[in-house]
């Protein structure tokens, strides 16, 4: 049976990209960022295919409106995932049952030093920690995963992404395409030459891809949330099973797929609030 592989891509972590005005889809550079988000997506997928030819490959578009990747431009061997709201977010696919996931383009949690472009889900996110452990994106995705029984084997962004990473999944696949020198500084490498050592790790990852565990977080699970605006907490005081306590934001849960959709639904509160 033919394997299938997962690739959540987001867009901060690419080669090149440094600022908001390439990444949002107001801002006047933000075509370019597309298409290099576009070139990244394709090495990995290329080299996933390099090492298991019948592989099923799942791209998930995990970029703000998710709605980024060139659906003409990805590798057709691909299937796209894109749109919001849906179920998992960027980690869409898990549950049409994804055996190993991948991370492309992510960045390090908010407040990471020497990371480019860092935060949490939404700038408005302060912190997420999930039994005393603070985590970013690639925390909270890596343990979603896990709970669907499946491993991230590689992961690509800036250093202080897969450093993150590495902390987590210590020994698996990582390709640090760019060194921050401030939130919106990098010294980086060429789109091209990211692409090679991309494609590459991809295949590495799956021809061990065995030799890394799911990373699984042990349940009940206590959520705490630290937001920036007051407003978003009053809001969430609304929600059933939610505690409030000056700017955090507390809930408890049995599985990390119920934890997702809650962290989902304050991300959105959190662009409710002025």
Same mark, same amino acid.
């Given at each position: 049976?033919?394997?299938?592989?997962?690739?959540? *891509?987001?867009?901060?972590?690419?080669?090149?990209?440094?600022?908001?005005?390439?990444?949002?889809?107001?801002?006047?550079?933000?075509?370019?960022?597309?298409?290099?988000?576009? #070139?990244?997506?394709?090495?990995?997928?290329?080299?996933?295919?390099?090492?298991?030819?019948?592989?099923?490959?799942?791209?998930?578009?995990?970029?703000?409106?998710?709605?980024?990747?060139?659906?003409?431009?990805?590798?057709?061997?691909?299937?796209?995932?894109?749109?919001?709201?849906?179920?998992?977010?960027?980690?869409?696919?898990?549950? #049409?049952?994804?055996? *190993? #996931?991948?991370?492309?383009?992510?960045?390090?949690?908010?407040?990471?030093?020497?990371?480019?472009?860092?935060?949490?889900?939404?700038?408005?996110?302060?912190?997420?920690?999930?039994?005393?452990?603070?985590?970013?994106?690639?925390? !909270?995705?890596?343990?979603?995963?896990?709970?669907?029984?499946?491993?991230?084997?590689?992961?690509?962004?800036?250093?202080?992404?897969?450093?993150?990473?590495? +902390?987590?999944?210590?020994?698996?696949?990582?390709?640090?395409?760019?060194?921050?020198?401030?939130?919106?500084?990098?010294?980086?490498?060429?789109?091209?030459?990211?692409?090679?050592?991309?494609?590459?790790?991809?295949?590495?990852?799956?021809?061990?891809?065995?030799?890394?565990?799911?990373?699984?977080?042990?349940?009940?699970?206590?959520?705490?949330?630290?937001?920036?605006?007051?407003?978003?907490?009053?809001?969430?005081?609304?929600?059933?099973?939610? *505690?409030?306590?000056?700017?955090?934001?507390?809930?408890?849960?049995?599985?990390? +797929?119920?934890?997702?959709?809650?962290?989902?639904?304050? !991300?959105?509160?959190?662009?409710?609030?002025?």
């Amino acid at each position: 049976m033919a394997i299938k592989v997962l690739i959540s *891509v987001d867009m901060e972590g690419i080669a090149g990209i440094v600022h908001p005005a390439e990444t949002n889809p107001e801002r006047y550079e933000y075509e370019r960022g597309r298409r290099l988000m576009t #070139a990244a997506a394709n090495a990995v997928v290329e080299g996933v295919i390099d090492a298991e030819p019948t592989a099923e490959v799942l791209v998930a578009d995990s970029h703000g409106p998710y709605r980024n990747i060139l659906p003409e431009e990805l590798d057709r061997r691909a299937r796209l995932i894109r749109g919001k709201p849906r179920e998992l977010g960027m980690m869409a696919g898990l549950q #049409a049952g994804a055996q *190993v #996931a991948m991370f492309v383009g992510y960045h390090a949690r908010a407040g990471a030093s020497s990371a480019v472009l860092a935060h949490t889900m939404a700038d408005a996110i302060l912190d997420v920690r999930i039994n005393d452990r603070s985590h970013g994106e690639i925390g !909270v995705n890596t343990l979603l995963a896990g709970s669907y029984g499946v491993p991230v084997v590689l992961a690509s962004g800036d250093a202080a992404a897969c450093e993150e990473f590495s +902390a987590l999944v210590p020994h698996a696949v990582t390709v640090p395409v760019k060194r921050g020198l401030g939130q919106h500084a990098a010294d980086s490498l060429h789109p091209e030459e990211a692409a090679d050592r991309l494609r590459q790790a991809a295949t590495d990852a799956m021809r061990r891809y065995d030799d890394h565990p799911p990373v699984v977080a042990s349940g009940p699970l206590h959520v705490e949330v630290d937001v920036h605006q007051p407003r978003t907490v009053d809001i969430a005081a609304l929600m059933p099973g939610v *505690v409030t306590s000056g700017r955090t934001i507390v809930f408890d849960t049995e599985s990390m +797929a119920a934890a997702y959709g809650m962290l989902q639904l304050i !991300v959105m509160l959190t662009q409710l609030a002025p």
